[in-house]
């Protein structure tokens, strides 16, 4: 399969499947172009297995050769377009899954090593480091924790969509985050807490 996003494989594979089910003629080349040699070979097994169906059992009507299974070379092409659509719709939220993990670990972990990194400094404390945290994100193009609306309007709408995006994504994939990355987030979340308790006995 070509090297694409997934949203322009997809793209492409429903439109190819819209000419097939449309009985529009797609060349042999352009019809696996699109599809993985596993799908490929799938779809080349299935018009095999029909093609032996058809030398073992005869029939004389459109019923018969429902009965018996029958297919035509374009059936086989659109079930083999389904699946592949199917599992493209897979990879594109494990791919997004992945993404979003990779996002929030990174994220982490700048923000964990330029806080600490800060408060060792001399004359380091908890608010200058937390600032410096926040400012280190903001110029690796990532999420602050203390929410500063530092960004253009447009951009800030983006980044509450987003936002709403990951939250739904890592609602999914916490479970399948390696026990590091588990570690990373609840040091986080830990400190997030104690931010919080320390901002709410200052009275802010």
Do not use: C
């Amino acid at each position: 399969m070509p090297k694409l996003e997934y949203g322009q494989i997809l793209d492409r594979l429903r439109a190819r499947l819209d000419e097939l089910r449309q009985g529009r003629d797609v060349a042999a080349r352009d019809l696996r172009a699109l599809l993985t040699s596993e799908q490929v070979a799938a779809m080349d097994s299935a018009w095999a297995e029909q093609q032996a169906l058809r030398k073992g059992k005869r029939a004389r009507t459109k019923e018969e050769e429902a009965a018996l299974g029958w297919k035509s070379k374009r059936d086989i092409h659109i079930e083999a377009y389904e699946r592949a659509i199917e599992e493209s719709d897979s990879g594109e939220l494990e791919a997004l899954k992945r993404k979003a993990r990779q996002v929030e670990v990174r994220r982490a972990r700048i923000y964990l090593d330029s806080y600490f990194e800060a408060l060792a400094e001399p004359f380091g404390n908890r608010e200058t480091a937390a600032k410096k945290a926040n400012n280190d994100l903001t110029r690796a193009g990532l999420r602050r924790f203390d929410e500063a609306d530092t960004l253009p309007d447009k951009q800030l709408e983006r980044d509450r969509e987003v936002r709403e995006m990951e939250l739904d994504i890592l609602r999914q994939i916490k479970s399948e985050m390696s026990p590091d990355e588990l570690e990373q987030l609840q040091l986080l979340k830990e400190h997030e807490k104690r931010e919080a308790e320390f901002w709410k006995r200052r009275g802010k």
